[in-house]
């Protein structure tokens, strides 16, 4: 994230929301005004809103307000669903893979004696052939 360096495994999602709305376009048939077909228009736009909480983190050394908004972040997103075979033991389930998702809005919060958490919401295009993959994994 912008504002702090987070090591992965002190991540713990808390809540995870992906939205995809998929427009479509009405098709009539030639020579009539009945609706044929509805044909989804690409690109199909996304989004991904996340709660997480940190273990552990660290302010970056150039932290400055200024430099949040310089750039446009984009990030490639994966996110790995375990399914838990005993108390201590998983196994992978999927994973869902979101490239090129870029960052819309971030807020962070920290209360005295409790965890730190980040919110995140990231938007992404889907194409044909491009965009987000959810991977079942054997």
């Avoid at 044909?39 to 400055?64: D, M, V």
């Amino acid at each position: 994230f912008s504002m702090v360096d987070v090591d992965p495994k002190s991540m713990s999602i808390q809540s995870l929301e992906i939205g995809v709305n998929i427009g479509r376009e009405d098709i009539n048939a030639f020579g009539s005004n009945y609706i044929k077909d509805r044909k989804i228009q690409f690109p199909i736009l996304g989004s991904l809103n996340s709660e997480i909480i940190l273990r552990n983190f660290s302010p970056k050394s150039e932290l400055e307000i200024a430099n949040i908004f310089k750039d446009d972040i984009s990030m490639d997103i994966e996110i790995k669903l375990y399914s838990r075979t005993s108390l201590e033991g998983r196994r992978l389930y999927a994973t869902i893979k979101i490239p090129d998702a870029k960052l819309m809005a971030e807020s962070h919060s920290v209360s005295i004696g409790g965890f730190a958490s980040v919110s995140a919401e990231f938007s992404f295009e889907i194409g044909l052939k491009t965009g987000m993959q959810i991977i079942k994994h054997a």
